[in-house]
């Protein structure tokens, strides 16, 4: 780092104290070694060794970064404040120069044509003998103090050189800046940070009711580059972008996009589709409802009659419009207050009232003629059983008792109360009637049999007959 005797000084940045450069100055006499002290800045580092503007610069790019480059007024007062005084020439070397008289002045490896409006000492840059093409820079207490003036490139003065603290991992997407006390980063568009390492972020957009949204992107779903697209559920519109990105200023492309209703085939199961802003609604037909008109509207579950049955069925459900209930009894009970069969209609009521299932009642019974009936109960209801009985000195004919059917009916013939003379002239008479009956039965037969006698013999001639045994036989 040195060329024989020549020591150099590497300087913060950061200003110092007095202390500070007490430090400095005992370090470089007593010890005669380079000061060094680490800074987010870049340092300045000077030669005690005077060489020409060539050989500063391959010195500096060889030894630290280059020469020094300054950009500001602040930065070239500084400079002058951590340089070592000289009370005359030669002084220090800065990497400004130009090539011809007409050329711009410019400052090497970043090609800056900065210059103040006190830059130059009075009477300067005067090209006095016609190739003072570099520029040295005074350090000493008269009135050009840190300011500067054109020399000839060949003459010998001190170097001055800054070694930059920027790398290629300063900054991780931008470039890498440098002033007095600090680097700082220059962010490329959409990238922010100390460091340029953050994407820079654009609001959650919000997602479109009725609709779905999906977000992606390599530095983040909401970062810039990354997109968001939407779609909308059947029967809506997308009123707006599909898909729009984060850009660089943290703003989203395009707005967000809305989902407006849409009348379609599917919108309305059973009803009519009809369209306002942003909102499509149903108009069902009797005996539906819902945003869609998918449901059938429901009928309050009817109550089965005590003994007796329901059953209820239909197309869109047992209790629903158009479903039907019927009703039925057990025997001996019969159906009343109500239909066997009702509808559930399009309001959701029963278009009847619910029945109840009665017990069957028979008609009242009078007593026999000369006789008396016991019946239970004030009521004759179904299986309920009625018994008669007769006067002293008459006959029961007939049934002694009959019940009450399911139809409401009596089961059983009526019985009667006749007397006993009666009743012994009754059996007399059926006697005779019997005996009558049963000789005119046996005459008859008699008869007949005579009958068929005759005709069996006119059949046959004399020579001809059968024996007697013969056509007796066929006759016994």
């Known amino acids: 780092m040195f060329l024989g005797q020549v020591k150099s000084v590497r300087v913060s940045l950061s200003r110092g104290t007095a202390s500070q450069a007490l430090k400095w100055a005992l370090m470089i006499i007593f010890t005669g070694s380079s000061l060094i002290d680490v800074t987010r800045g870049w340092t300045y580092h000077y030669s005690q060794e005077v060489m020409n503007w060539t050989q500063t610069r391959q010195w500096c790019q060889t030894n630290y970064t280059d020469m020094v480059a300054i950009q500001s007024q602040e930065e070239n007062?500084?400079?002058?404040?951590?340089?070592?005084?000289?009370?005359?020439?030669?002084?220090?070397?800065?990497?400004?120069?130009?090539?011809?008289?007409?050329?711009?002045?410019t400052w090497v490896g970043h090609n800056s044509t900065w210059i103040g409006n006190e830059s130059w000492a009075q009477s300067e840059p005067n090209n006095n003998h016609i190739t003072e093409f570099c520029v040295e820079i005074y350090v000493n207490n008269g009135a050009n103090r840190?300011?500067?003036?054109?020399?000839?490139?060949?003459?010998?003065?001190?170097?001055?050189?800054?070694?930059?603290?920027?790398?290629?991992?300063?900054?991780?997407?931008g470039k890498c800046s440098e002033t007095i006390n600090k680097t700082s980063c220059i962010c490329e568009p959409g990238f922010e940070g100390d460091r340029c390492q953050t994407a820079v972020a654009c609001k959650e957009p919000i997602k479109p009711h009725h609709g779905g949204m999906r977000c992606s992107g390599r530095h983040g779903?909401?970062?810039?580059?990354?997109?968001?697209?939407?779609?909308?559920?059947?029967?809506?519109?997308?009123?707006?972008?599909?898909?729009?990105?984060?850009?660089?200023?943290?703003?989203w492309d395009d707005k967000e996009p809305q989902c407006t209703a849409q009348c379609t085939n599917a919108s309305c199961e059973r009803g009519k589709c009809s369209e306002t802003i942003n909102k499509t609604s149903c108009i069902c037909e009797p005996g539906f409802e819902g945003d869609r008109c998918q449901t059938a509207v429901a009928c309050k579950e009817p109550i089965k009659p005590?003994?007796?049955?329901?059953?209820?069925?239909?197309?869109?459900?047992?209790?629903?419009?158009?479903?039907?209930?019927?009703?039925?009894?057990?025997?001996?009970?019969?159906?009343?207050?109500?239909?066997?069969?009702?509808?559930?209609?399009?309001?959701?009521?029963?278009?009847?009232?619910?029945?109840?299932?009665?017990?069957?009642?028979?008609s009242a019974l009078s007593g026999p003629d000369d006789g008396y009936i016991n019946c239970p109960g004030s009521n004759q209801t179904f299986n309920s059983t009625c018994r008669f009985r007769c006067s002293m000195g008459f006959l029961l004919l007939g049934s002694t008792e009959v019940s009450c059917g399911s139809d409401g009916r009596w089961k059983g013939p009526r019985p009667f109360c006749a007397s006993y003379k009666h009743a012994v002239m009754a059996?007399?008479?059926?006697?005779?009637?019997?005996?009558?009956?049963?000789?005119?039965?046996?005459?008859?037969?008699?008869?007949?049999?005579?009958?068929?006698?005759?005709?069996?013999?006119?059949?046959?001639?004399?020579?001809?007959?059968?024996?007697?045994?013969?056509?007796?036989?066929?006759?016994?």
């Open 221 to 251: 779903d909401h970062s810039f580059e990354s997109t968001c697209s939407f779609l909308c559920e059947e029967g809506f519109m997308l009123s707006g972008p599909s898909v729009f990105s984060c850009n660089s200023s943290g703003q």
């Open 146 to 173: 840190g300011r500067w003036n054109d020399e000839k490139c060949a003459n010998k003065k001190y170097p001055v050189c800054y070694q930059a603290q920027c790398t290629n991992a300063s900054c991780e997407r």
């Open 306 to 362: 005590h003994h007796g049955g329901m059953r209820c069925s239909g197309r869109h459900g047992d209790h629903s419009f158009e479903s039907t209930c019927s009703f039925l009894c057990e025997e001996g009970f019969m159906l009343s207050g109500g239909p066997s069969v009702f509808s559930c209609n399009s309001s959701g009521q029963w278009d009847d009232k619910e029945p109840q299932c009665t017990v069957v009642e028979c």
């Open 77 to 105: 007062d500084y400079l002058v404040s951590i340089l070592p005084n000289r009370t005359k020439s030669p002084y220090y070397w800065i990497g400004i120069t130009r090539t011809h008289a007409n050329e711009t002045w």
């Open 427 to 476: 059996l007399a008479s059926c006697v005779a009637c019997s005996a009558v009956c049963c000789l005119c039965f046996c005459c008859y037969r008699k008869r007949k049999k005579r009958t068929q006698l005759r005709s069996v013999l006119k059949l046959y001639t004399t020579d001809t007959l059968p024996p007697c045994h013969d056509v007796f036989t066929s006759f016994v």
